[in-house]
Every structure is written in C-alpha cells, then in structure tokens.
C-alpha cells in the first residue's frame, strides 16, 4: 500500500481535508505534550508528585466524558462535534501563555488546561473514530488509517524536539500558543469536508447502559474482544510511561530538555516506518500473525527505555532504540486493530464501541498514571517504569491465546451475532 500522493484516497476531498485538519493538530499537540510538564519541572519547580498528578489530571476526565458521550454521540453530526472540541482546545491551551505572561501561572492553572483539555480532546476522539468510515468506503480503511497513521508520525518526529529547542530558546509559553494555533487550523479544514453522516435513530438511553451496550458489542466478537483486553492492559501500561517519562529522563537520567524532546522526536522515524510497512508485513505473513508481531515488539521495546543508567550516550542510544521500535510498531498494530474493529463492527453501533473503547481505556490510564506516584516513592522511579513494562508485556499473552494469530486476512473475520 502506498501511503504518498499518487492514487487513491489522496484524490478523495473529503478525506484531505480531513487528512490536514489532524496532521496539524497532531503536530501542535506534541508540543503541549512535552511544553506542559516541562513549565511544571522547569519553570512552576513542580515536584514528582505534582508532575505525575498533572499527567493523571490530563487523562482522567476522559472516563467520565467517554461514558456521556456514549449516550448521544451516535445521535449527532460527528463534525461539528469535532470543530467545537478544536475550537475549546485552542482558547484553554492559549490561556497559558496569557497566564503566563501576566505573572499567575501556578499548577492550578495547569490542572484546570489538562482537566478541561482532555474533556475536550476526548469528544473529538470519539467522534473521530466513527467519522472516518462515514467518509471512506469500507475497503478504504485501512488506507485511510495507514495515511492519517503516517501523518501524525511525521507530526511525532518534528514536533517534540522542536518543542525542546523552542522551549530553551523563546520559553514554555509560547511554545503552548503555537498548539493552540494548529486547532484553529484543524477546525478551519474540518468545515471544508461536506459528507452526509448517518445517524441512529435510537433513543439516547441512560450514558452506562449505553457504555454496556458497547462493551456487549466488543464482548460479541472473538476478534475485537481480545484486541479490547490486550488494550486495556497497554493503556494500564502505558499510564505508568505518561505519568513518569519526563521524570525518569529529566531528573532520574539527568537528561536536559532539549535533548529529551528530540529523543522523542526520533520516535516520530519508528512510527512513519510503521505506517508504512504494516500493510506490507500484513500482506506478507497474514493479519494475525502480523498483528502479534507489531504488539510482541511493540511492548517489549519498553524495556529499554527501564534500563537506561545516567545522562551518557548509552543511556541516549537506549532511549532513542525505545522510541523508534516502540512507536514503530505501536503505529503498525494501531492500523491494523483499528481497521480490524472498523470493518467487523456494525457501522450502527461504531459510536457506542468507540465511547466504550474511549472509557475503558482512558479508565485504564488513569489507573496507571495515578498508580506510578505512589509507587514511584515506593520502588523509585525506575521500579515504577519496569512494573509499567511488564504489565504491558501481559497485552502479549491475550492476544496470542485468542483466534486473532489465525486469521490470514482481515476479510476472514466474521462481525458477531446479535444479541
């Protein structure tokens, strides 16, 4: 499958318009992600806790946000959803450079921009997931995944170490207003795509049953539930890696800012060569067997991230290995899951496996991130990271126990019977 301009969806309007609207927004939020702990270390002198209670607060929301939205979002226009979300994202993300520059900024502020941006970012997430197939036919989708996968890639690899340098040279602040700017970019391209969305006709219901009905819909298929569960222990995973990355590299490795946002930049290379060999090694070798590769080293990579000692290069050549196997092969399995549920799931019911999906997950985060303080003081910083790795490593076990390495083609995977 090739990703780049010669055929296919990149003649398609809609998509490109959709196509520009996230790669923007992916780039600016890569800044944000690496400018708001670093004001909280760097300027605000945040200690651990706080620093971790910061990450917590910026996916915790999600949980609640995820289990209303379940209750309407397959109701309504998935667009204009998304255009309010880029909108709000970009006032509270550019109220921290007027903070700022006025003297207040404290934690506070901070917590509130996590807490209120994650709201916000979650409602465009979810819808988000059920727009795509509103826009592209089914056997469109994993080119589609794949193109808007490579993308936020390239995103990945400029974006944090562009965000290091421009927080040595012109300060945390108005690296964060550059974020605020690519959601006012995002929501200008969204309101150029004109597609009719369908919708459900279905009464609203009360917001868990509605997040029941979507766990149900998962549980109904031996293929999406197994890829739900092995989720579900990544997210848990990687809450612990959200919570105490700057940490461990900033002041466990002695690593300055600069060079740690370029480290993570570098995995932005892993995850573009993952968008585009996943459809080849699939092709390749089968589906399933390609899907338990990409989360086999997907997940093991996080071990060398645990065992860098000290700001030398070998600890520098660790962390870059991390990020280019992990995202490379984190973006490669993406793909293909997530085609895998688009495609078998009933388009129906896509909104309410979405917000399911979004709760469980951003429940597992939380769980994670608030679970890494504590533990964090307990075992260290180090101890806290290894326990992060090897709760990954058991997404590993769900998978290779289930039919998924069976499956040759996508196609071959029957949707679930009704309940």
Known sequence: MKIWPDRGLWQHRDFLNLWAAQTVSAFGSR????????????????????????????????????????????????????????????????????????GGLGMTQLYAVAVLAC??????????????????????LIEGNSK???????????????????????????????????????????????????????????????????????WASRYVRPLFLAEMLGMLSWGFFAALYMLFALRELGLDIATTGLIIGVGGIGAFAGALFSGWVTRAIGFGPALLLFLILNMGAGALFAAARGPGWDSIALLVAHQLIGDCFAVAYAIQARSLRQSVMPRAVLGRVAAAGVTAQATMLSLGAFAAVPLA???????????????????????????????????????????
């Open 148 to 218: 808007l996968s490579a993308t936020d890639s390239v995103a990945e690899i400029a974006g944090p170490g562009i965000a290091g340098l421009l927080i040595q040279a012109v300060t945390a602040p108005v690296a964060v207003l550059l974020d605020a700017l690519s959601f006012l970019w995002s929501a200008a391209f969204l309101t150029r795509i004109r597609v009719n969305e369908p919708r459900s006709d279905r009464e609203p219901g009360r917001p868990l049953a509605r997040a029941a009905a979507g766990i149900r819909a998962i």
């Open 31 to 102: 800044i944000t992600r690496t400018a708001l702990p670093a004001l909280a270390i760097v300027t605000l002198g945040a200690s651990d806790g706080e620093v971790a209670l910061l990450a917590a607060l910026g996916v915790a929301p999600a949980i609640v946000v995820s289990l209303a939205a379940s209750g309407f979002i397959e109701r309504i226009a998935k667009r204009p959803l998304m255009i309010a979300a880029d909108i709000s994202r970009a006032v509270l993300i550019a109220s921290v450079p007027v903070v700022a520059w006025l």
């Open 377 to 419: 003081e307990w075992l260290g910083v180090r101890g806290a990271v290894w326990t992060g790795v090897l709760i990954g490593l058991g997404s590993v076990l769900v998978v290779f126990a289930s039919p998924v390495p069976r499956l040759r083609r996508i196609e071959e995977a029957e949707p679930p019977r009704p309940a």
């Open 119 to 140: 709201i916000a970012g979650t409602l465009f997430q979810i819808a988000d997931q059920a727009f795509l197939p509103a826009i592209v036919e089914k056997e469109d």
